[in-house]
């Protein structure tokens, strides 16, 4: 596991300064000290690599959310968690998706925060309401946050109490909240 340590700083330190598609695998096996073969042990090309180092950071932050439930019953808990945790993350959040790459966070952080939903309440994989919802709740906050906080530079409590007070809200006006289906 040495070598997947060594291809993923060397990978973050090349994104920091190169966009993606200019990082080419003799450069990162330099970096990585490392042979081209043990590279392609673990990945099919550069894409492969960030798409899986993408995959990881996300699986980062999702994972500070112990209940997948929260983000239903208590949005603000799970947007403190959530922005709280990019918060922390955000050089390295910021170094492995940006350029070309900054649609993927919200894509892998959607598709992750549903899967652990889904996992906990499948009763919902088919909602067209609820999936609606989601969607909303999961892009709204998120593009709300990275707005704000871009023109800002802010990554303070404010503005995470500010995106989380908006969800919660959201989540009050839709049926009495997002799980609560009109018969509940």
Known sequence: MKSKKSIF????????????????????????????????????????????????????????????????????????????????????????????QHPNLIVKLSKSLKNMIFENRPEYINDKKFCTLLDYAIYGGYYAFVENQENTNDYSDELIESVSVIAQQSNRTTSGGLLRSEGE
């Open 9 to 100: 700083d060397a990978f973050v330190n090349l994104r920091s300064k190169k966009e993606l598609r200019k990082i080419t695998v003799k450069e990162l096996c330099e970096k990585a000290l490392i042979n081209k073969s043990t590279f392609y042990t673990y990945y099919e090309d550069m894409f492969d690599l960030s798409d899986k180092i993408e995959s990881e950071v996300v699986d980062g932050i999702v994972s500070t959310i112990s209940n997948p439930q929260i983000m239903i019953d208590e949005p603000v808990k799970f947007y403190r968690n959530l922005l709280g945790a990019m918060t922390e993350n955000k050089t390295l959040t910021g170094t492995v998706f940006s350029g070309s």
